[in-house]
Every structure is written in structure tokens, then in C-alpha cells.
């Protein structure tokens, strides 16, 4: 039985800052940012957004009446949880009209929990196969103002359905994991922003992708001929490039110019929208389904999942038939050009306004278009509101 991605969606803020422009105001040359880290815009998370509102938004574009139907449960991914005990899914059961009766639960593991979902939930659905599993991947990048990490921030979600038969990607049985106790991002209790040793984290990143893909080859014999692309976590895209080229440095030549063609499809909304955390990796393959012209079904595609602390996963998935019907319109990339862009005074007004814990709060949302919102905290509970269709 073949079980995987069957719908995919991102969902971030409406506003973004130009890296070009960021780069100026803190003394920097643009080409640090547009070259040396592969970033040319970054999203602004406004007050009213945060993990749940942007996973209401994204679900909301893939759960049609048939999963609303079969919908059996909830993984949430997220690094950026709202509550030490609460799941971020028990939200989404009220503002997207669930049916109540599904499980739920988060997950943490760093930038890494979003493949874990994906693994779970493939999972429950070999068990149930009539079953619809949700996976969300939600976060908000947060290093503070004027920090050398702050230009790797951004935020948002993406949300995928795993069932039987799936429509987009069918999720093969050969995953290489490794997981060891490191200590290269990490963000201790009372902290809204992360500490990172970004020099030691590239290093554990690089090397538990030649441990996962060594892992991989072992089980299968395949090599880089075998696929049509190669995706990478991004929470920056210069790094996934680092990756590609360790993984086609003894390639054949035309095999890596054509895995180099499909990586820079694979990275462009990415390069527009920052730090996803957790669903880093799924904006990268919806990058590359809405832009690449030359992959076909049937075609193999590698995924390298990484989260610091640290774990690392290298999968695969085959393309099946129609997979490119849900992206022929580019949903996720005309939103993206629909933001607004905000001046750097702008974005460091709402980056100082965002609510963190359980003070008393009222958020006024009049300049957020979004169906929905966070509106502040009361008596310690923070406040969604859902609006328009």
C-alpha cells in the first residue's frame, strides 16, 4: 500500500523586509545576505500571527469535506510552542470546525519534528487505512534585533495530508536516521529567542547528512543518479547548498548540473520567506513543485531532514501520477508576491510588539488581512478569533 503526501499548503504573515534594505541599516555589505546566506527577502510575523493562526491558515487550504471526513488525527511540529502543556492542534479543532473526535499532539525535536510527523503519521495510516492523518509544521525564527542570527529569522507554516493512494508523494520504506546529544541551537525555558553556535551547527548538519545518506546507500545501493531532485532542510538556503554540492562532488557532471537546476526551483521561497523551523524542509519541496518544468511521476526525490540538538533523516518519496495538477496555479508563490514590504523600522516595531507569556494583553488586528487571528491573552489564555469564509 502506498501512503504519503497527498495535499500540501503554506500559509506565513502578509508582510516581509528586503534582505538588501536589512543589510544597510546594520552596516553590512547585501551580498552577506543575498549571496553569503542565500536570503533575498524575510517574512515579518506581525503580534496578531503566530504558530496557530498560520497552521489554521495552511490546514485550512488542504482539508477539503473528503479529510474533513476521515481525519483521525493532528500532529503539530513546532519549536515555538504557545503553552508547557497545551498542544497547538487543540486549537485548530475549534477554528477550523473539526470533528472532535481525532487525536492530537505536539511534537519537539527541534527543526527536525516535521518528518517525524510525516513518519508517525505514515504510521497510523498503515494501520488505519482508511484514515487521514494532519501534519503541521509551524514556527517563528527568532534570534533577536541586531544579532548575527537575525537575518536567518522568518516564519510560518506548512500543512500536508498523509493518507493511502496519495496524490503528490508516496513515502518509501528506507529511512537513515541519527540522532546524538549536541549542543548547537538550543532555547532554554523563559527565552523567546534562540542561542546558536551557527560555525559548530553547519559542521553537525554537514556531517549528519554524509552519516544519514552513507546510512541510506548502505540499506539500498542507490546513488545521486537515482533521483530527479535533492531537497534540504533551509534555515538559510546557502546552507541546503552546501549540502547538494558535498552529495554531487564526485557525481557524474550533467547529474549535478541537474540536480544544481532542480535545488535553485527548491529554494526560492525559501530565499523569500526565511527560517521556517520545522517545515523548512516542505516549503522547499512545494517550492519545487511549483517551479520546477522537468520532473515527471514515477521520478525519485531525496529528502534531508535536520534538527539541532541533533537528529538527522535522509528519505525518499516517488512522485505519482498528477502530482503537478495542485500546483499548476503557483498558490504558494503568488502569495508570496502579494505581500507587502515593510521598511526595517517597521519590522523592528512589530519584531518589539510580539506577545510572549501570560501577561494581559489586547491585540487590534485591523491592519491584518488574515482569516485568522490572535487577538491578545486573558485570565492567562490566549485569544484566537476566526473571521471571513
Known sequence: MKIGIDRIAFATSNQFVDMAELAHAR????????????????????????IVTMAASAANKVLGPEERAHLGMILFATESAIDNSKSAAAPLIRLLDLNPHVRVAELKQACYTGTAGLQLAKG???????????????DIARYGLKTPGEPTQGGGAVAMTVKATPRILALEDDAAVVTKDIMDFWRPFGCDAAFVDGKYSTKVYLDFLADTFTHYQEMNGRTVDDFAALLFHLPFTKLGLKGLRQLIADADLKIGARLAQQFEAAREYGSQVGNLYTGSLYLSLISLLEN???????????????????????????????????????????????????????????????????????????????????????????QYEQRGN
Not at 27 to 46: R, T, W
Not at 124 to 138: G, K, N, S, W
Open 27 to 50: 552596516h553590512e555589505d547585501p551580498n552577506k545576505y543575498l549571496i553569503g546566506i542565500g536570503q533575498k527577502k524575510m517574512a515579518v510575523i506581525p503580534p496578531t500571527q503566530d
Open 124 to 138: 497510523q495510516v498503515a494501520l488505519h487505512p482508511d484514515q487521514i492523518v494532519l501534519v503541521i509544521a509551524a
Open 292 to 382: 520546477s518544468t522537468t520532473l515527471r511521476a514515477g521520478e525519485r526525490i531525496g529528502l534531508y531532514s535536520y534538527g539541532s540538538g541533533a537528529e538527522g533523516e535522509f528519505y525518499s518519496g516517488i512522485l505519482q501520477p498528477g502530482f503537478a495538477a495542485q500546483f499548476t496555479t503557483r498558490p504558494t508563490g503568488q502569495a508570496l508576491a502579494s505581500r507587502k514590504q515593510v521598511s526595517v523600522q517597521e519590522y523592528e516595531k512589530l519584531y518589539d510588539a510580539a506577545v510572549h507569556g501570560p501577561a494581559e494583553s489586547a491585540l487590534s488586528a485591523d491592519d491584518d488581512p488574515a482569516d485568522f487571528i490572535f487577538t491578545g491573552v486573558h485570565n492567562h489564555i490566549r
